[in-house]
């Protein structure tokens, strides 16, 4: 029965990772753009689009140094040719903090980019349907700009970053081109994890690994226009769309802020706009892994218990249930289902422990090993395979974007992550079981504790939960 319960788990399971390699083998070359874009292939094009890229931070310690990258390598692109970039490109970043503000005026002062503009949320700010966490900043953005808050001629996208996000200027220009050349309105692009890479622990780098093959399948969400996943860095919007759309997301049915914004606002446009606004930009983002296992647990735990809320309340709307039948069981289903092979990594791990010293009990006595049938046996070897070749690929995407590794300690570093990762496979999974757990008991307390952003801030945040 171990065995029957554990090949039932992974084959689920594995047809996620089919899905994933399906995409990895036959639209590799839509992944990510190859082609170099140069200055003067986008001075040619002549129809470039206003950019702003957006950070939306809560202030929280730690957060000054990484936003301060990602406007730098802003800042490099425009220094290439001021004339063409620097009347499109525009870094605004809004913060819920007083003391970030006047650090963040200081540092854009620091930066030899002129198109940097810091805006606080005012404490006392509220939204019609009482939006909290990080939906209430990006509202408020997108009340600024509705009233012409740095209102520019032409067309205008917003490029949402997170705190640490970096988008280096060979991928700029590539956006660049994209955009002057797309009418996708709501695009995304793949992410790697290469920064303050060696500050994290060999669990989160391995928990990392498993991240950039998943956006092999968000490349095929995005094309196909059902937002069954959307993250919140590296996603790009057309202004217009979010003016209209907004982030005014509201309370969940629960009464709890929502968590999940990027998802809730990904459904709103796919109800609202239809699939045809969604695309794939193929642009790589560069951000960090969390330092610690603690960090990690509460950043996935926060993802399921988002999309969670956002299921219940995507049932509840109109524009859902005027759907066609096929169109609700494909939203609603398939995202299930990716949470559910998510969860069921622990009961996977669990049982197959479980069947395992069992049957190693059955050895060390004597007893002829009960095997399963052959093609079982080579169904679970498939999918073992195709899950440490997941990891394998995320891990070198991670390395290799990391320039301060040479070619053989990308290699020592790829042995050490596999080895680790049947450990990082539990932690992270357990992350998921435990916030469909939770949910499934009424527990859906939320709140917004960013991933911190450096590993002094890490510690500090560990320190204090010792001492609770």
Same mark, same amino acid.
């Given at each position: 029965?171990?065995? $029957? ?118 404490? *006392? ?16 953005? $997108? ?239 498939? $999918? ?51 916030? $469909? ?25 560990? *320190? ?5």
């Amino acid at each position: 029965m171990l065995g $029957v319960v554990t090949a039932l788990l992974i084959v689920v399971i594995g047809v996620r990772y089919l899905l994933y390699f399906r995409s990895y083998f036959f639209f590799w070359h839509r992944y990510r753009q190859l082609e170099p874009a140069t200055s003067e292939m986008l001075a040619r094009l002549g129809n470039l689009p206003n950019v702003k890229i957006q950070v939306t931070t809560r202030g929280t310690a730690g957060s000054l140094p990484v936003i301060e990258r990602g406007l730098r390598n802003v800042a490099r692109l425009v220094d290439e040719d001021p004339d063409l970039y620097a009347g499109k490109l525009w870094v605004e970043v809004f913060t819920e903090s007083a003391a970030s503000k006047r650090a963040l005026d200081t540092m854009a002062d620091s930066i030899p980019f002129e198109n940097v503009l810091v805006v606080e949320v005012p404490t *006392d700010y509220e939204t019609p349907n009482l939006t909290r966490f990080k939906a209430r900043g990006l509202h408020y953005a $997108v009340e600024l700009r509705r009233g012409g808050f740095n209102r520019l001629p032409g067309r205008t996208v917003i490029v949402h970053f997170d705190e640490e996000s970096v988008m280096e200027p060979p991928e700029l220009r590539k956006l660049l081109r994209f955009l002057a050349t797309t009418d996708k309105l709501l695009c995304e692009g793949p992410i790697y994890y290469p920064f303050e890479y060696c500050d994290a622990g060999p669990v989160c780098r391995a928990m990392e690994a498993g991240r950039p093959i998943n956006c092999y399948e968000c490349r095929h969400v995005m094309e196909s226009g059902v937002p069954l996943h959307l993250h919140g860095s590296n996603l790009v919007i057309d202004e217009e769309l979010e003016n209209r759309l907004g982030w005014d997301i509201g309370l969940t049915k629960d009464g709890q802020p929502f968590i999940a914004e990027d998802y809730v606002f990904g459904v709103k446009a796919y109800l609202t706009e239809g699939p045809e606004i969604f695309g794939w930009h193929g642009s790589v983002m560069l951000e960090q892994p969390p330092f610690s296992i603690r960090s990690a647990y509460r950043q996935r735990y926060r993802w399921v218990l988002g999309v969670l809320q956002g299921l219940q309340m995507i049932r509840l709307m109109h524009e859902f249930q005027a759907l066609p039948s096929a169109d609700r069981r494909r939203l609603l289903w398939g995202t299930r289902y990716r949470l559910a092979t998510f969860a069921l990594g622990l009961p996977a791990g669990v049982v197959s422990l479980l069947y395992i010293t069992y049957q190693t009990a059955r050895l060390a006595t004597g007893i002829p090993i009960q095997r399963l049938p052959e093609g079982v046996m080579l169904a679970l070897v498939f $999918v073992g395979f195709l899950w440490l070749n997941s990891s394998f690929i995320g891990v070198w995407y991670n390395v290799s974007s990391n320039p301060s590794f040479t070619f053989l300690q990308r290699w020592i570093e790829t042995t050490r992550v596999l080895a680790v990762a049947p450990v990082a496979g539990i932690f992270e999974s357990a992350a998921a079981a435990g916030a $469909v757990l939770m949910w499934a008991l009424g527990r859906r307390q939320v709140s917004w504790v960013p991933t911190p952003k450096t590993k002094a801030a890490d510690e500090a945040v560990l *320190d204090g939960a010792a001492h609770e």
